[in-house]
């Protein structure tokens, strides 16, 4: 067998040609040298000028030179570690990871069934349910307590996250000074500053405004980041039709050039500043005026602009999947939860967020997040491929079985029926064996399944000097936000 033969042939999708990745590069260029972005950070326009580009009021026109110099000088992977150190999420080409969302107005409440506000209680619920399932790589807060002090929630946020879970964090930050408060908490569990940055658990979510507007709070907590050497994802939120223009081609070209942008901030603050780019645009829908995931023309978006990203720039990719614009977990739930995972993983997701995600990012949903690790589970089966071997060809049972023969007795089947996926909450029996176990649909066992987790399961528990100390820095905002308000 030849030294360079693949066993495994891994499914992929390819949405572009190289010739189309470099007109959508070319055309992202001529935005930010022609139009530009507006900048209203006053350390960053200084920034650009000195590095050459033309800056105009807030109006800063990037020379392409200066865009692509960025683009080398970002890492093309970032390692992401668990609380303890631990290395285990690889954002490089060919690995997706998944994990939740943030910032939801709304959670359904697994006991209840209703929908309401979150509190911190959810926050820390959904930490423990992702602590648990083994699918779920990483941990956004999936939700705005509402019992809390709202300037200061972000802050809340982290603690109730990293009491809760041991996994990585995504985490958003409303102000710089928020922002200082939670890598405070981060750099005190890992060890310190110097510990944190060679073993980041933490990534910082921050977001352009689209059209091309860069606001001093996403902008500024970007540049922090950037100077710590931590990594953050900066990625575009637009709604083509809305903030964006309507045609894919068009939308991809305007997010693309913010987030570029970005990156040549984070870089010039510092060369090899950890970012995380790409993502996908949600589509206006002009009858409901919703911005939808999983319309067909923004599941082509996230593969267009995963492969610019991963192939063309060889950047870690930003994306999402397990959401739904259903307001419930019923059907269109899991359907559209999961297409949009199954594309997110062909199309070449590194750091997949919002699983779990209802009512277009709108709501939380424990079951949508119980059902989508099982989907990702199966995703992840399907994207391994399947090797060809001598062993895997079968020549020899085969023949050794022959016509009119069964292999359920072979030593070969006993080796690899193993190696086949099986469901834990898809049920593959017959009708009589699912009436004996109680007629229950998907979704009830779903539902069954939230609850378990969260009456049994306990995450690994921070040292209660940890907890302390956290909950100090938590308190010295609340009485730093007081003080503001007076």
Known sequence: MPSNYAINAAAHFQALSESQMEELHLATLEVLRRTGVDVLNEEARTLFRKAGAKVDGARVRLPPSLVEW???????RITLCDRNGKPSVYL???????????DTHNVIDPYTGQRRKPVKADIANVARVCDYLPNIDFVMCMGIASDVPAAISDVHHFEAMVNNTAKPLVF?????????????????????????????????????ISPLQFAPEGLGNL??????????????GMAAGGTAPVTIAGAIVQGNAEELAGLTIAQLIREGAPIVSGSGSMFLDMVTSVSVYDAPEALMSIAAWHQLTRDYYRLPVWSYAGCSESKVFDEQAALEGAMVTLI??????????????????LTTSFEMLV??????????????????????????????VGPGGHFLGEDHTYRHFREHWYPTLLDRGNYASWVDKGSKTLGERVKERVKHVLETHQPEPLPAEMRERLHRIVKRAEQRVQKEAQ
């Open 371 to 400: 059902l989508s690790d099982e989907v990702i589970s199966l995703t992840r089966r399907f994207l391994q491929g399947f090797e060809i071997s001598e062993e895997t060809l079968a020549l020899d049972v085969i023949d050794k």
């Open 70 to 76: 960025a683009i080398r000088a970002a890492p093309p």
């Open 223 to 236: 540049m922090y980041m950037a100077s710590k050497g931590l990594p953050t994802i900066w990625t575009a």
């Open 344 to 361: 997110a993983s062909l199309s070449g997701g590194n750091l997949v967020h919002d699983v779990g995600y209802l009512e277009a990012g």
């Open 92 to 102: 490089e080409s060919g690995k997706s990871f998944f994990g939740t969302g943030s």
């Open 172 to 208: 958003t930050a409303w102000n710089l000074n928020n922002l200082r408060d939670i890598v405070e908490m981060a750099e005190a569990v890992a060890g310190g500053p110097e510990a944190l940055r060679f073993n980041p658990f933490v990534t910082l979510y921050a977001q352009p």
